[in-house]
């Protein structure tokens, strides 16, 4: 490329010959002018000279057509715009590669940051829920909000947020989804899913926003005890009767660990918030009389067992010396200088620690309201506390007592304030609500929920959990989520109940009853305790998905498929499940779902095995025996589904089947099947006698010693 001529030169030039006077005046005027852009076109100029030497030396101006200052010229079109779009943190200053709002590559979207406004923090109180919008930036400062209040008014808590607003509270969907009673029920940190853990020995996963069933995570052999989520929101842990604490990964629902430190059922679980680095712990209670404590890396998610402590709060407290009876129930409040113990002996003690000595408060169950009198099956009932808890503020503290009966007391100077009455039966359950200190949540085993507010002493909402042919079922747990919009219940019938604000719509389209089919499966433990599933050798969390059940097993219809995690997109050839024959450890064999039905095709190259041409045998043999009943048997009306006689026909043939095939297995290969499936091709539900062109084919899934249908067909020959 030839050299730029150089600008020294050009100057140079005009200078040769003789100047006039008028020349001369010309000159000193150019002079001035040059004075005043000197410094902007020299400093262009070197810019401009550098970015073409290095341009050059780079060799990327190879495209004659593309000018030496193109990229330049760009950027000097680009600033201007861009700085009045987001203005940078210092204006006038552009930088390609600098980053943030100086950088000449940023977005909107890099540097969004919505500025406070007194309006809108105003209007954030004002009939909507009190949490900061996410895209806010920093709070607002004093002044902001004193301005606010200056343009709206001031304005309490219970005006803008009336007790009143909770009778609007309505249950969106009951859902059957244990087979035994659910003691544990916990919302994530973000509250949009919700954990059951049942005596079922399951924990399963709920959506709170339409009550769609995630995930079932299994490995426990025993009830579940407790459950805690933790404050990273990935991981959930698991307490059981087994003595074993389980953790799952909520993202892929696979097993982080199984820890073993107790000698007894696990009765609590607790992740605590502080933070070492990557290092993070949670603490478990036993009916060991232990506290156990755990770290765990964020890095390598590997738990380690800490240390063991053997409480005797009694001893260290000096409870034995002042209450007469048992100290079963204990809570801290929620500014964690003070805590409320619970005794078998009618009394409750508020404990702060004072003077370098604990002091209490005592709470008397047998005091009474100015005005009320006993009744008279209070007078022979010795009073216990069943239950305690704190509001939201730590002004008050709520007491149930065997006598049904919900006290409410000062937590300052123990003063009763008020009884609250309405339930039938002991309550068990006191959940305070996350943000409104004015209101209380319980429920015990008469079927009854009560939405309190403990302020005014008055009764806001009231649900009664009436199962329609059973009865009333006890409610043994109750939570809030963390945005105060949704609360769940769980029952002595395995029922979850998600009550909320606002439309039920999307709970209509999820059935009454949902199980996995792979819930109850039986498991293959390790030397770790870390399970596999027996009828497919997998982990539970790498299994393809699941189909969905009712409580009785049989498959829901192909729109209720679409609610399983992994088959939304499937097609509905994909959303039918395979049926088959299990034997119960009683003897009894019952149909259930085993797997996905699939029309599959011979292997090329593979000959026809033993089992298929047994199978084509006894078809044969039973399309003969049909037809000739059906010749010698009378006609009769006809309906959609056939004689009764043919479909009886069906479910003999189908039995038999599976009966005979067991017989001659466990002739020819000397081994005991455990289960047979039959399913014929497009018509996986049910086997149809009459048509003497269609097949059965028939796995047999799970052998003592062999695996699957290819692995039995393979050795058979």
């Known amino acids: 490329m030839p050299k730029r001529k150089d600008k020294s030169e050009d100057k140079k030039a005009p200078s040769k010959g003789k100047k006039g006077p008028k020349g001369k005046q010309t000159e000193e005027t150019n002079q001035e002018q040059t004075k005043d852009n000197l410094p902007a076109e020299n400093g262009e100029a070197k810019t401009e000279e550098v970015l073409v030497q290095e341009l050059e030396q780079h060799q990327v101006l190879s495209n004659k057509h593309v000018a030496p200052d193109h990229l330049l010229q760009i950027c000097k079109r680009i600033g201007p715009i861009l700085d009045k779009e987001i203005p940078p943190s210092i204006s006038r200053v552009n930088s390609l590669l600098g980053a943030g709002r100086q950088s000449l590559l940023r977005t909107a979207k890099d540097c969004r940051n919505t500025v406070w406004k007194g309006s809108a923090f105003a209007a954030l109180h004002r009939g909507r829920p009190p949490e900061m919008p996410v895209n806010y930036g920093t709070p607002p400062n004093l002044v902001e909000v004193h301005r606010a209040k200056q343009l709206t008014g001031y304005a309490k808590f219970s005006s803008s947020f009336p007790g009143s607003m909770y009778q609007h509270v309505k249950m969106h969907r009951r859902i059957l989804g244990h087979l035994s009673s659910v003691y544990c029920v916990a919302f994530d940190r973000t509250g949009h899913r919700i954990f059951t853990g049942s005596d079922d020995c399951l924990v399963k996963i709920w959506s709170t926003h339409n009550g769609r069933l995630f995930a079932t995570l299994r490995g426990h052999s025993a009830e579940i005890s407790d459950m805690a989520v933790n404050y990273e929101n990935t991981m959930i842990a698991a307490g059981s009767c087994d003595k074993m604490i389980r953790v799952w990964c909520l993202r892929t629902c696979a097993p982080v660990a199984v820890l073993h430190g107790h000698t007894g059922s696990i009765t609590s679980l607790q992740f605590s918030p502080m933070v070492k680095g990557s290092l993070r712990y949670m603490v478990s209670t036993g009916a060991d009389g232990t506290v156990c404590f755990w770290q765990w890396d964020t890095d390598s998610m590997k738990f380690k067992y800490v240390d063991a402590l053997l409480i005797n709060l009694d001893a260290i407290l000096g409870l034995s010396k002042i209450s007469q009876d048992k100290v079963d129930s204990i809570q801290f409040s929620n500014g964690g200088d003070r805590f409320i113990s619970g005794s078998r002996d009618g009394t409750a003690r508020i404990w702060r620690f004072e003077q370098a000595e604990w002091r209490s408060i005592l709470l008397d169950m047998s005091d009474r309201l100015l005005g009320d009198t006993c009744a008279e099956e209070d007078k022979f009932m010795k009073p216990k506390v069943t239950m305690i808890a704190w509001n939201q503020n730590d002004n008050y503290v709520v007491t149930a007592v065997n006598n049904h009966l919900l006290k409410v007391w000062n937590s300052s100077t123990g ?299 393979r050795r058979s020959k």
């Open 415 to 713: 003063q009763l304030l008020h009884d609250l009455v309405g339930h039938a039966d002991e309550v068990f359950v006191l959940e305070t609500h996350p943000f409104d200190c004015r209101i209380m949540l319980s429920a015990g085993h008469d079927g009854n929920i009560f939405i309190w507010d403990i302020t005014k002493g008055t009764k806001t909402k009231h649900y009664f959990n009436m199962i329609e042919g059973q009865g009333h079922g006890a409610v043994f747990d109750c939570k809030f989520s963390p945005d105060g919009q949704h609360f769940a219940c769980t029952d002595s019938h395995g029922h979850l109940l998600i009550f909320g604000f606002g439309c039920s719509r999307p709970y209509e389209k999820i059935p009454d009853q949902m199980f996995f089919h792979t819930d109850y499966r039986p498991l293959i433990r390790d030397s770790n305790n870390y399970v596999l599933d027996e009828q497919t050798q997998q982990a539970p969390h790498l299994m393809p998905p699941p189909f969905l059940v009712d409580v009785d097993g049989n498959p829901h219809p192909t729109k209720y498929q679409r609610l399983v995690p992994g088959r939304e997109n499937c097609a509905d050839e994909h959303l039918i499940p395979q049926l088959g024959y299990v034997a119960t450890s009683d003897g009894e064999v019952v149909e259930q779902v085993i797997g996905q039905q699939t029309v599959d095709q011979d292997e090329p190259g593979l000959e026809p095995s033993i089992l298929d041409g047994m199978i084509r045998q006894l078809q044969l043999e039973q399309d003969q025996r049909t037809g000739a009943d059906q010749e010698s048997a009378p006609s009769g009306p006809q309906n959609a589904e056939g004689t009764p006689r043919r479909a009886l026909g069906k479910v003999l043939f189908r039995a038999s089947l599976a009966s005979e095939l067991s017989e001659i297995v466990q002739k020819n290969l000397s081994v005991t099947p455990r289960f047979l499936s039959l399913g014929g091709v497009g018509k996986p539900l049910e086997y149809d006698t009459q048509c003497s062109g269609q097949v059965g084919k028939v796995v047999i899934a799970q052998m003592l010693d062999l695996g699957d249908l290819k692995k039995i067909s």
